[in-house]
């Protein structure tokens, strides 16, 4: 059964960096079209970040193009986001996401990211 970890997230302060990690159990993860989203305290929706298909570089949404850089490494399962200059309106649970071939989306528990003033 293929399941999604993420890991990285933690409390830090703004201005500092952080790079969160998620780990994907089963095969193909190289063929997998990956993403990265977030919920943030006021929000009632999870918001889309970033995302990156198996071929193509990725792209970002408006608000994550100056400081945030997405990755991944196929040998090791594992999809990379790197939070830079963070913010407190970055604070939230971030949520790595996978899309297979039919369009289905499974979701990773997400991790927690608190940026203090």
């Known amino acids: 059964q293929v399941q999604l970890v993420e890991s990285g997230g933690g409390l830090v302060q703004a201005g500092g960096s952080l790079r969160l990690s998620c780990t994907m159990s089963?095969?193909?993860?190289?063929?997998?079209?990956m993403g990265w989203h977030r919920q943030r305290p006021a929000g009632d929706q999870r918001e889309w970040v970033a995302?990156?298909?198996?071929?193509?570089?990725?792209v970002y949404a408006d608000s994550a193009k100056a400081r945030f850089t997405m990755s991944r490494d196929n040998a090791k399962n594992t999809l990379y986001l790197q939070i830079k200059n963070l913010t407190v309106d970055d604070t939230g649970v971030y949520y790595c996401?996978?899309?297979?071939?039919?369009?289905?989306?499974?979701w990773g528990q997400g991790t927690q990211v608190t940026v203090s003033s």
């Open positions: 995302a990156m298909s198996t071929s193509g570089s990725p």
């Open positions: 996401r996978m899309t297979n071939y039919l369009g289905q989306h499974l």
């Open positions: 089963g095969r193909d993860f190289e063929a997998r079209t």
